[in-house]
Structure formats: C-alpha cells, structure tokens
C-alpha cells in the first residue's frame, strides 16, 4: 500500500512519502501516479524496463524520485532494483551502461535505475542513497514493487 505524501518543509520543495520501504505493486503505482498524460508516459516507460528486469530474474525493483511525489510534471523516475538471481546474459546492457549521465536508459526508457547494493560513488548502496531527500538531507520513503518472473521480454 502507498502511504499518504508528507511535507518536509522548506527546502524539499514537493511532499515525498514518508521515511521507509513501502511495498506496493504495479497497479497502485499507476493508479496513485499516473495521474496526467506526462506521468503516463513515464509510468509505461517504467513498466517496460520491469517487464525486461523481470524476464532477467529480477525480484524487485524499488521506485523513487519525483515521479512518486506531488511534483506535478515530474522529469523522469529514479530507482534501484535487486540484483540477486539475475541471469546477466538476459539482462538489457541499456541497465549496465551509466555513461553519460544514464543517458541509454533515459532514451529507452525514460527513466533510470541502478543496481541496489551498488555504492553511489563513496557513499552507501544506492538503496539507501534514495531513502534520503536530497534539498534538505532528510530521511524519505521510497516505493518496493515485487516482479513475477516474465516470459518473452525482450530488451
């Protein structure tokens, strides 16, 4: 279930969810944020890199960025997923390539994301990296949606 938004005050500029992981899935997210054409298009181009995580192995992929608070035009979606029982030899390369600023993933699929437990540069695993609101330094919650395993995506 996705929590209500809360506010953390001047600086965060838009009310984020509260401190936590909060388990959901595919269809509340999209009911809850898909809510204009824009968020839409970022919503489908979001399920098209699960459905390709998902035919890889992966079991859940955490959901973050502006896409999942009150900012009313959101840019992309951010996120990490898990890496644990991937099979890299049915994994889009597109996932792997953080060059240019992630500009592959953003093109094919409007959004980026990033391997869990991998270090965001000296710091922690990006799991926690997306747990902290990033104006004012301040713990956030961050969305995890469970994968079936899929048949027939392709990357």
Same mark, same amino acid.
């Given at each position: 279930?996705?929590?209500? /938004? $809360? ?10 969810? @509260?401190?936590? $992981?909060?388990? +959901? ?8 944020? !898909?809510? +204009? ?14 459905? #390709?995580?998902? &035919?890889?192995?992966?079991? *859940? #992929? *955490? /959901?973050? %960025?502006?896409? #999942? +608070?009150?900012?009313?035009?959101? =840019? ?8 644990? %029982? ?16 992630? &500009?592959?993933?953003?093109?094919? *699929?409007? =959004?980026?994301?990033?391997? &869990?437990?991998?270090?965001?540069? @000296? ?8 747990? #902290? ?5 301040? !713990?956030? %919650? $961050?969305?995890?949606? @469970? /994968?079936?395993? /899929?048949?027939?995506? +392709? @990357?």
């Amino acid at each position: 279930m996705i929590p209500d /938004l $809360i506010e953390l005050g001047s600086p965060c500029p838009w009310a984020v969810l @509260p401190p936590g $992981i909060h388990d +959901t899935t595919l269809a509340e997210v999209e009911a809850r944020f !898909a809510t +204009t054409p824009h968020r839409k298009w970022l919503f489908d181009g979001f399920v098209r890199m699960v459905q #390709v995580l998902a &035919a890889a192995g992966c079991r *859940y #992929v *955490y /959901l973050d %960025g502006s896409f #999942v +608070t009150a900012k009313p035009h959101p =840019g992309d979606y951010d996120g990490c997923w898990e890496h644990v %029982g991937v099979d890299p030899a049915k994994l889009d390369p597109v996932l792997l390539d953080f060059d240019n600023k992630r &500009a592959a993933q953003k093109a094919k *699929y409007l =959004g980026e994301m990033f391997i &869990a437990g991998m270090p965001n540069g @000296p710091g922690a695993p990006f799991l926690d990296f997306f747990q #902290v609101e990033k104006s004012s330094g301040q !713990a956030k %919650g $961050i969305l995890r949606i @469970p /994968l079936a395993p /899929l048949k027939g995506a +392709t @990357p």
